[in-house]
């Protein structure tokens, strides 16, 4: 079966540095992406990676190894608007998408 | 990145009456349209695709006679929960893609309905 795995919850501090790792088990692969959740809000879109290697975008950068079914997202100089849901999705050989089930990114003073 | 509105934003509604939810793209051409749903703390549980012109593909466990969607045009899906019960009371978002093969989707603002 197609399975995505990533941490349920995990506490930052303010201004620190974060990694959030996602890995992942599909029926083919077009590319993962991330998506930031507020609660109550609908996803919005962080990152796409379709090739292995590193993406950076300002303070957020995303990680993809094709050959591991890894990625991970890095958060740097965390804030505290930062604390949200952060979903991962890999585009299988449908191009459907399938969705973690997210980590809950809680940040501290 | 495109633009998908969906309206309204929340509803509250009586149990047994109907509530339809509308996503629309606004820049571009929806190919493919996606219904999700998503209770407190959990993740995005996808109900059905549908592909303007053509009838929608249901998950497996989502009523489709329950939740009735549709496609007519390239920018307009629609989701209808017909005779609504409080158990239904959930965060439905749609998405939408464009060409096929384009991988990203766009999500609407989502819609908090609530039976009461």
């Known amino acids: 079966g197609q399975n995505i795995d990533q941490p349920t919850e995990m506490t930052a501090t303010e201004g620190a540095i974060v990694q959030i790792n996602c890995t992942y088990q599909t029926s083919g692969f077009n590319g993962l992406f991330w998506y930031q959740q507020h609660a109550g809000e609908a996803p919005t879109f962080l990152s796409y990676n379709v090739l292995d290697g590193l993406e950076e975008k300002g303070r957020f950068s995303s990680f993809l190894s094709r050959s591991k079914g890894y990625s991970y997202l890095l958060l740097k100089e965390l804030q505290m608007k930062d604390s949200a849901s952060y979903l991962c999705?890999?585009?299988?050989?449908?191009?459907?998408?399938?969705w973690g089930a997210g980590t809950k990114l809680i940040i501290k003073p | 990145g495109a633009v998908v509105s969906q309206h309204p934003s929340w509803v509250i509604c009586k149990s047994g009456t109907s509530v339809k939810i509308e996503c629309r793209s606004l820049?571009?051409?929806?190919?493919?349209m996606f219904w999700y749903r998503q209770f407190p703390k959990q993740s995005l549980m996808l109900m059905a695709t549908?592909?303007?012109?053509?009838?929608?593909?249901?998950e497996q466990g989502v009523e489709k006679d329950k939740f009735l969607i549709n496609h007519a045009s390239l920018t307009l899906s629609t989701l209808t929960v017909t005779s609504a019960h409080p158990e239904d009371s959930s965060f439905y978002i749609c998405?939408?893609?464009?060409?096929?093969?384009?991988?990203?989707?766009?999500f609407g603002q989502g819609t908090r309905l609530t039976v009461v």
């Open positions: 998405s939408a893609r464009g060409l096929l093969g384009d991988t990203e989707a766009f």
């Open positions: 999705a890999v585009c299988d050989s449908n191009y459907q998408l399938i």
């Open positions: 820049d571009f051409q929806a190919t493919t």
């Open positions: 549908s592909n303007e012109g053509s009838k929608a593909t249901y």
